[in-house]
């Protein structure tokens, strides 16, 4: 991918959602919810602090997230369906280490 989010923007592609119910119910595309959860592609630099300093972020590209459910820039990159939102509209990092042990 050609592009380099700014400041404290990050890039995120959703994770795709379950298609079927915990009851086994198909869900068709037209009542899915966007999924919450993502994994970051790519993020900038850091915000600049008050005296001038890059203070970087605390995810990373790679990183599955959690975040707002109508947070960010939904755009099209390279034919793919990509989010732009500032770190802050992340609510988390999941621990994907907690979820392989669980499963």
């Known amino acids: 991918m050609g592009f380099r989010p700014l400041h404290d923007r990050v890039v995120i592609r959703r994770v795709e959602a379950e298609e079927k119910s915990s009851g086994g119910i198909i869900i068709p595309d037209t009542a899915k919810e966007k999924p919450m959860e993502g994994e970051v592609i790519a993020v900038g630099p850091g915000a600049r602090a008050d005296d001038g300093k890059i203070q970087p972020l605390d995810v990373k590209a790679g990183d599955r997230v959690l975040f707002g459910k109508w947070s960010g820039t939904e755009v099209k ?6 989010i732009i939102m500032k770190e802050s509209d992340i609510m988390g ?4 280490s907690a979820v392989r042990k669980a499963a």
């Open 93 to 96: 990092i999941i621990d994907q």
């Open 77 to 82: 990159l390279d034919g793919e369906d990509l």
